[in-house]
């Protein structure tokens, strides 16, 4: 059973970088056709993809958030990373790990989070001076 798990600072000031990581247990993040995304749910809003690291390391970021996102990992240890850049507190949200399947990457909606089989419990991140 594949587990995912989110942690890291549950408060961060404005201006500064957000960083969260993902611990996967019963499976491999290189495992083929699995793409490993962060996902976030403002307070009273709904979700919001952020971008993904792929089984092959390959990334993709949400355009509207592409200048302030990285996303990297670190495969001796299972693990996948967010940083997000010059937070604001718009940036406050509980922010999800998750994991889809996908094997022609040109055809997969990534933003379709009705795809992801496997999420993380959640962890809440405030934005805060």
């Known amino acids: 059973q594949v587990q995912l798990q989110e942690s890291g600072p549950g408060l961060v000031k404005p201006s500064q970088t957000l960083s969260l990581t993902c611990t996967v247990s019963?499976?491999?993040?290189?495992?083929?056709?699995?793409?490993w995304s962060w996902i976030r749910q403002p307070p009273g809003k709904g979700l919001e993809w952020i971008g993904y690291i792929a089984y092959s390391g390959s990334t993709y970021y949400s355009p509207s958030l592409k200048s302030r996102t990285s996303i990297s990992r670190d495969t001796s240890k299972n693990q996948f990373t967010l940083q997000l850049s010059s937070v604001t507190p718009e940036d406050t949200a509980v922010y999800y790990c998750a994991r889809r399947t996908c094997t022609v990457r040109s055809v997969c909606v990534m933003t379709a989070l009705t795809e992801y089989d496997y999420w993380g419990q959640g962890t809440q991140v405030t934005v805060s001076s």
């Open positions: 019963g499976g491999s993040i290189t495992t083929d056709y699995y793409y």
